[in-house]
């Protein structure tokens, strides 16, 4: 079992690293076992978080409207992580957005990690669902606020600790750290009628919305007028 890692969830508007966004990260950095640093932040999105979303992790747009942009968050969070393994529950997910996120600003991230849902779905192919919250039931692990981001890192932690105690030492091969991947493909800059109709809506409905025309891209814009058509 690894004595040093670190442990991290995101929250986001969506399911797609190349069109929505990261909007709470939390991580705990474990050391010899114990929990020596905390990380718990929103990120202000660039437009609005949708009902669905509000329902699922209970995050408001009230609750991220002061909250710090995604460059000084994703920067911050990448000096927190330092050279350490990654654990997640469904870790491509989560690694995807951080690695999409850090490359907007050119920004590397490159991780060691161990995926705990990998790790349930070799070790209990008996239980129908290897959810995060169907193991914590399983095993009795107690998680306050599903769904929001810190509180899910730190009960993948536990988990992660829990499966390593039972099954570690008959399955050491899936609990040694993977070098995880995500290619992020280059955007596709705005066409100029994406760009007028959005300088349009904007206007129309008087929105405040913070965009460079000069750098947004074609999935950014698209993203963009469905919000604003949408409300």
């Excluded at 690894?2 to 929250?11: C, G, N, Q, R, T």
């Excluded at 349009?200 to 007028?225: G, V, Y």
Aim: glycine letters at 4%; charged letters at 25%; hydrophobic letters at 40%.
């Amino acid at each position: 079992m690894l004595k040093s890692y670190i442990a991290f969830d995101v929250e986001t508007t969506g399911l797609n690293p190349l069109e929505n966004e990261i909007i709470e990260i939390g991580a705990l950095k474990v050391r010899d076992g114990k929990v020596a640093e905390r990380f718990m932040e929103f990120i202000r999105p660039t437009v609005s978080i949708s009902p669905a979303i509000t329902s699922l992790t209970g995050i408001t747009n009230e609750m991220v409207s002061d909250a710090r942009p995604r460059c000084q968050v994703v920067s911050d969070f990448l000096d927190f992580c330092e050279e350490d393994v990654l654990i997640g529950h469904n870790v491509s997910f989560d690694y995807s957005f951080m690695k999409c996120s850090a490359a907007l600003d050119n920004l590397p991230f490159e991780k060691m990690g161990i995926d705990t849902l990998k790790i349930a779905q070799k070790v209990h192919k008996e239980l129908s669902s290897k959810s995060l919250g169907s193991l914590c039931d399983y095993y009795h692990i107690e998680n306050k606020s599903a769904h929001r981001a810190y509180h899910d890192a730190l009960a993948t932690a536990k988990l992660y600790q829990t499966l390593a105690h039972y099954f570690e030492e008959k399955e050491p091969k899936i609990f040694k750290p993977v070098q995880l991947t995500y290619k992020v493909k280059k955007p596709q800059p705005a066409t100029p009628k994406q760009i007028a109709f959005l300088e349009n809506l904007i206007r129309k409905r008087h929105a405040q919305i913070d965009w460079n025309p000069d750098t947004i891209s074609r999935s950014e814009a698209s993203r963009l007028i469905d919000e604003l058509l949408k409300g």
